[in-house]
């Protein structure tokens, strides 16, 4: 089993937060993994990136050019990221910000997810890469949403867990939206 | 079992440290590496440590020097600019044979350089960096695993040969997360009669430098020579799929990691092509350099600069084998792909025997 | 001989404890062998030699550890108060103390000691202020007086070039975390037994926890200032204590 993803967007989308939780998810379910981030200088606002890789062996290489699967939360991760996946590979597209025509990518499998409306419909709208990442874990089929779900404590620092129901909501919701196909 | 967590690079180095019994820290903020001196200042008062952000490196070594001067376990850390700052004080810490552990969560440079990962301080790291003939032991871990598992080693060797042990990593092996076993520490550090405490029920200790004496320092010189000789025997290193190898890649740190899956893509196309990683980079593993250069003949180094090891791997390798070199300078970090493109060019290039 | 024998012996004078009696290696004039004593005194008074750890300084002041005896390490030049920052934090209850001269301290380690006394480090400084680098031949110090030659300052030393000379006292004492801040001379016998006691109250900074205490102690240098140490114990009392005004000029602590 193998397996490796870039998660896009721009600062504060909480990309990096969403590859926290896959990889924390992944080890519970006894696999190794890395998480890599990429940012530049900005505390705010820049663009960022992380890679994470899952795999039953060691992991090589945190990074790689070409991935399985790349999320892409805004435009310029879309533009940059969705060409770069592999023929057979997965696209996962915020479709709340970017739209279909900036997408182009070598496989069929590129999946939209209105991130910021399902958000909304949870309450709040920074809870996006909650949805995605739902999202993510069931089209990938990973690992099951509930695992995640189960890994929030450990991801989470201590004071965001009184947010730990909401984001498994979002992370419920995702899934869900996958499930329907 | 021991507990298995997900943590970044630089925290495990914190977690490594304070295992190991490390009590005091001393450090600036220099970014890729800010993560251990942020751990370090939460964790070293839960614990009875001390924790100082110094007004600068220069400051930040000193004050190691001056806590270790005492026997307590003490560590810095810094990247590259602030390494460069630190060199004073190491060659100190030689000279004096005080004990010590600094990390080098290394940038690019020169100068300013970036905060790419890079592997341009080889030979600031190996060959002393500061002034003066002396040596530092130099750890060179690959993984979040190695950070934990080669600093708590960082400060046995330290105080095995009183001598300051350098663990040198990258942007890469800092910000990484990956799981790390938090494997408890059980050796018991040395006794150090050697430290100050004060002269009481005893002769007056000193700890010092500075030999002005005829032929005072020329013996000094040498009793350190004879110390680094027997650091020797420290040397290690991993060798990953190198059985059958008909070329044998040499590369270590972060490169290293990204080559293995290099290796694997071209193992899976029947090449036959493996892995010889430096894990201590001072004392260089010179035996086994050689022994693969005359068992497969032919070698490829590659670093995250424009040649530095590669010296130290010809000199060892004795001609016995072809040594051929890519090298990355930052800027970006090479993928798997990249690298088993180049080593398939040196695969093909054929020669050597 | 007999009358001799009857004569009942009493000692009534001998060297401080603290010192190794070590003959002076330092030049005729030098004032170092006199602040030696009257900080070996200080150690001997204050019960702590045998819990002392000293940090030695780079300069004529680098030797401390030939003539004290008491633990000792070597700092490199200037950076002697993050050197005994270290030892103090790791060794809260020995008695630590830098022993320095006005290139190190007041040069290449301006930044060590003015963060060392900011952060209030529990230590005790003691500075040699002889407005000259000695050991490398009397080169110009921060603290080289106007007009004064030395072998980098041919002309004698000029404002524009080099601006005025650092009154470290002065400025040490506008840090919030410097506890007792002073400065003595060693030229008369009234401000020997200044001196003295302002090491007494720098010393018990350290030993009741009071914080950093830091003495700057007037010292000739007639070698590099070439007179006759006569001319040197002169001058101090005449051009050094008139731009360097003696005085305490912090007791944070005042009646403790």
Request: one cysteine or more; glycine letters at 10%; proline letters at 5%.
């Amino acid at each position: 089993m193998y397996f490796d993803t870039i998660i896009a967007g721009f600062g504060g989308q909480g990309v990096m937060l969403m590859g926290n939780v896959l990889a924390a998810a992944a080890m519970q379910a006894g696999r190794q993994v890395t998480y890599m981030p990429v940012y530049g200088v900005e505390m705010r606002g820049g663009t960022a990136n992380c890679t994470v890789v899952i795999s039953d062996k060691p992991v090589g290489s945190p990074i790689v050019h070409e991935p399985l699967c790349a999320v892409v939360m805004n435009r310029p991760s879309a533009e940059k990221f969705a060409p770069r996946v592999k023929r057979k590979g997965l696209v996962l597209v915020n479709s709340s910000l970017v739209e279909d025509q900036y997408v182009q990518a070598r496989t069929k499998r590129v999946y939209k997810v209105p991130t910021l409306e399902m958000a909304q419909e949870v309450g709040n709208p920074r809870l996006a890469n909650m949805v995605m990442l739902g999202a993510l874990a069931q089209v990938s089929g990973l690992v099951d949403v509930e695992q995640v779900i189960a890994s929030l404590p450990k991801a989470l620092d201590k004071r965001y867990h009184k947010m730990i129901p909401i984001n498994s909501e979002a992370l419920r919701r995702g899934a869900a939206l996958m499930s329907q196909g | 079992m021991a507990q298995r967590v997900l943590i970044k690079g630089n925290e495990a180095i914190g977690k490594g440290a304070l295992a190991a019994g490390c009590r005091f820290y001393f450090g600036y903020p220099i970014t890729p590496q800010n993560d251990i001196p942020e751990f370090m200042s939460a964790e070293l008062p839960k614990v009875g440590g001390t924790f100082i952000q110094a007004e600068s490196e220069v400051a930040s070594i000193n004050m190691l020097l001056g806590a270790a001067a005492t026997g307590a376990r003490a560590m810095t850390s810094s990247s590259s600019p602030g390494i460069s700052l630190k060199q004073e004080g190491i060659s100190y810490l030689c000279g004096s044979e005080i004990p010590g552990v600094i990390v080098n969560m290394s940038r690019s440079g020169p100068g300013l350089g970036g905060i790419h990962p890079s592997q341009g301080d080889y030979f600031q790291a190996t060959r002393g960096g500061g002034h003066g003939d002396y040596r530092t032991l130099v750890l060179a871990p690959s993984t979040a695993q190695e950070n934990y598992d080669l600093t708590m080693l960082a400060f046995d060797l330290a105080d095995k040969y009183r001598n300051p042990v350098l663990i040198l990593g990258d942007a890469l092996l800092g910000n990484i997360k990956e799981p790390v076993e938090l494997k408890p520490y059980r050796k018991k550090p040395p006794r150090k009669d050697w430290a100050l405490t004060g002269c009481k029920g005893r002769q007056q200790q000193i700890l010092k430098s500075l030999y002005l004496a005829d032929g005072e320092l020329t013996e000094r010189n040498w009793v350190l020579w004879k110390k680094y000789q027997s650091m020797q025997k420290e040397a290690r290193w991993e060798e990953y799929r190198l059985e059958d190898a008909k070329l044998a890649v040499v590369a270590f740190g972060s490169v290293a990691r990204i080559l293995k899956s290099s290796v694997d893509m071209l193992r899976d196309k029947g090449h036959q092509v493996g892995i010889l990683r430096p894990i201590t980079l001072y004392p260089f593993p010179s035996q086994a350099v050689k022994e693969t250069a005359q068992r497969v003949g032919r070698l490829m180094v590659v670093e995250l600069n424009t040649g530095q090891m590669v010296e130290d791997v010809k000199l060892a390798a004795e001609c016995q084998a072809q040594v051929d070199f890519y090298g990355r300078p930052p800027g970006s970090i090479p993928t798997p792909d990249e690298l088993a493109k180049e080593i398939l060019k040196v695969i093909k290039k054929g020669g050597a025997r | 001989m007999s009358a001799v024998a009857k004569v009942k012996m009493e000692q009534v004078f001998s060297p401080p404890r603290a010192l190794k009696g070590k003959i002076s290696h330092f030049c005729p004039g030098c004032q170092h062998g006199v602040i030696h004593r009257l900080v070996a005194e200080q150690l001997d008074a204050s019960g702590v030699r045998e819990n002392t750890i000293g940090v030695a300084s780079v300069g004529c002041s680098v030797f401390l550890y030939d003539y004290f005896d008491v633990d000792v390490v070597e700092a490199p030049h200037g950076r002697a108060a993050a050197v005994a920052t270290g030892v103090k934090r790791a060794q809260p209850d020995k008695f630590v103390f830098t022993y320095q001269g006005d290139g190190d301290l007041a040069a290449i380690g301006t930044a060590e000691i003015v963060h060392a006394a900011n952060r209030g480090e529990k230590f005790t400084v003691v500075f040699v202020n002889n407005a000259v680098f000695g050991m490398t031949g009397g080169q110009m110090a921060p603290t080289t007086l106007l007009g004064q030659v030395t072998t980098t300052s041919p002309y004698g030393r000029q404002i524009e070039a080099a601006g005025p000379p650092i009154r470290m006292a002065e400025m040490l004492a506008t840090l919030e975390g410097a506890g007792y801040v002073a400065r003595v001379a060693v030229n008369n016998v009234k401000n020997l037994m200044k001196a003295k006691a302002a090491l007494k109250r720098a010393f018990e900074y350290q030993t009741k926890g009071l914080g950093f205490g830091f003495v700057e102690v007037l010292s000739a240098c007639p070698t590099n200032w070439k007179m006759n140490p006569v001319e040197a114990n002169e001058r101090v009392g005449k051009e050094m204590v008139a731009y360097f005004p003696l005085g305490v000029f912090k007791d944070a602590a005042k009646g403790a």
